[in-house]
Nanobody, 122 residues
């Protein structure tokens, strides 16, 4: 099993940056890690994921070129660097862990953090 806790959310102006962290306990390096987000009135959506060794990093089209996912298995922590933020990026961001290195769907992830709020003002 693995337990996940996100941090680094907050309020930022459009065009700014934030770095989210996902601290894990348990066998972190055995899992792929993903980031999802839920905006008000919308369903939770895939943002990015990274395989256990970092070799695969798919992104949602809406964040490609602006967000960067990474992980440090020695620190059992994953990251989501978010640059050039837009108001439409406002959401609760969740990190998740999956046995499947190619997982991009919500139902493919077994473990979830509680989420962290990101608000981007215009």
């Amino acid at each position: 099993q693995v337990q996940l806790v996100e941090s680094g959310g907050g309020l930022v102006q459009a065009g700014g940056s934030l770095r989210l962290a996902c601290a894990a306990s348990g066998s972190f390096s055995d899992y792929a890690m993903g980031w999802f987000r839920r905006s008000p009135g919308k369903e939770r959506e895939f943002v990015a994921s990274i395989s256990w060794n970092g070799s695969k990093t798919p992104y949602a089209n809406s964040v490609k070129g602006r967000f960067t996912i990474s992980r440090d298995n020695a620190k059992t922590t994953g990251y989501l660097q978010m640059d050039n933020l837009k108001p439409e990026d406002t959401a609760v961001y969740y990190c998740a862990a999956s046995w499947d290195s190619r997982a991009t769907r919500e139902d493919e992830y077994q473990y979830w953090g509680p989420g962290t709020q990101v608000t981007v003002s215009s």
